[in-house]
């Protein structure tokens, strides 16, 4: 099946932002949880952020509470995440996956909830 793409990493400074994009044609995203995830060189992929079907959930790591903002449009088949004030332990291939749910307003944090995922787009910040 599609594989959902994601899109806007890229190398910034810290203190910068960036804005990224995961567009899905492979299905109706209405109809599930999103999320963002990343994962780091030698380490496990872990949760960054998470939207309910309607948006009107969110949830966020610790790690990014307060400086990145994942939203989500269902009319265009998108999930995105604004990143701001980036520190150099924000580098990582960030990845969006999708968890089926028939609640409007769960969210999902475990890797193993979400069903499939994108290819990842590398976020590097230099100190």
């Known amino acids: 099946q599609v594989q959902p793409v994601e899109s806007g990493g890229g190398l910034v400074q810290a203190g910068d932002s960036l804005s990224l994009s995961c567009a899905d044609s492979g299905r109706r995203i209405s109809n599930y949880v999103m999320g963002w995830f990343r994962q780091a060189p030698g380490k496990e992929r872990e949760f960054v952020a998470s939207i309910s079907r309607s948006g009107g959930s969110t949830y966020y790591a610790d790690s990014v509470k307060g400086r990145f903002t994942i939203s989500r449009d269902n009319t265009k088949n998108a999930v995105y995440l604004q990143m701001n004030s980036l520190k150099p332990e924000d580098t990582a291939v960030y990845y969006c996956?999708?968890?089926?749910?028939?609640?409007?307003?769960?969210?999902?944090?475990?890797?193993?909830?979400?069903?499939?995922w994108g290819h990842g787009t590398q976020v590097t910040v230099s100190s």
């Open positions: 996956g999708g968890s089926f749910s028939s609640s409007l307003q769960a969210i999902r944090v475990r890797t193993y909830d979400y069903e499939y």
